[in-house]
């Protein structure tokens, strides 16, 4: 196993833990969120899976950006948003049952989802783009669904190990994470620092920022699920993108270092609406 190998599995796993982790401090009951609220459901998805999307098209036809950032943008509009993101939400005062029924339905509903937007966008864009299902299902399975369900069960049946073990997982979780990305970070740095200019960051602040304004506002009367939904929209899940552009574009080596950008933007971007949304909901 090459070292670059041992990474993306260290990585793979880190996420599948911190959902885990996730998973031990949520209820079942939690999963069926929105299936009580359908007017909300069906606002989350309005924002995170029709309006981004026609937004990247939008940045892609108005900015003169390298091939790796349009790809990029286009593939981080058609991914849900990333499975760690829950931890974000609640600590931003988030309603944290809507943040993990809005990562199931996401999760599930990017299987059918994905193929068919991205042949959708296929009319109104010039890039020739595909995907299959099955390669993100097993992604969505193995990171996402797996984890959360595994640690649900174990907060349902064993209520009184989920408390005690929930802190010291997300712990190691958070610092396994964090080892793994920062080698794959410092791999790809100059490449990342190549795609600086001709717009590129103005267009991932205007995909940010627009995403957060879109998710606040369909958030509906509910401070805390604005907050959720912002967030939601505005950050997207890297892996999914990633393979989406991987797939189609193997010849792009420059995608990896785009999205990578994206995600250390992205960070930077959301802090101002988080300190925000902390300060005005106590």
């Not at 989920?162 to 997982?169: G, M, R, Y």
């Not at 890297?238 to 933007?265: C, D, H, M, R, W």
Request: with cysteine.
């Amino acid at each position: 196993m090459s070292f670059q190998t041992l990474i993306l599995v260290a990585l793979k796993a880190s996420i599948a833990l911190s959902v885990f982790a996730i998973g031990l401090d949520s209820q079942p009951n939690d999963a069926a969120y929105l299936l009580r609220r359908p007017a909300q459901l069906a606002r989350s998805l309005l924002a995170m899976d029709i309006i981004m999307p026609v937004v990247a098209v939008a940045i892609v036809a108005a900015f003169n950006l390298p091939e790796a950032i349009e790809v990029s943008l286009v593939a981080l509009a058609v991914s849900p948003a990333p499975p760690i993101l829950p931890k974000k939400q609640i600590k931003a005062h988030g309603e944290p049952s809507y943040a993990i029924a809005l990562l199931v339905f996401a999760a599930v509903a990017a299987v059918v989802y994905i193929p068919v937007a991205i042949e959708l966008l296929n009319q109104f864009s010039q890039m020739p783009i595909h995907m299959r299902a099955w390669p993100i299902a097993h992604l969505v399975l193995v990171t996402v669904l797996a984890p959360l369900v595994a640690g649900m069960l174990v907060r349902q049946f064993a209520p009184a190990i989920a408390l005690q073990i929930s802190k010291p997982v997300a712990l190691i979780a958070a610092v396994s994470l964090a080892i793994s990305i920062l080698p794959v970070l410092y791999s790809a740095w100059p490449a990342i620092i190549a795609l600086v200019g001709n717009g590129t960051i103005v267009a991932i602040a205007a995909f940010v920022f627009v995403g957060l304004a879109v998710g606040h506002m369909l958030g509906g009367p509910d401070s805390h699920h604005r907050t959720v939904l912002a967030l939601a929209t505005a950050t997207r899940h890297p892996g999914i993108a990633l393979a989406i552009g991987s797939t189609n574009f193997p010849e792009q080596k420059a995608v990896l270092p785009a999205i990578l950008l994206y995600v250390v933007l992205c960070a930077i971007f959301t802090i101002p609406y988080t300190v925000w949304r902390k300060r005005t909901q106590l």
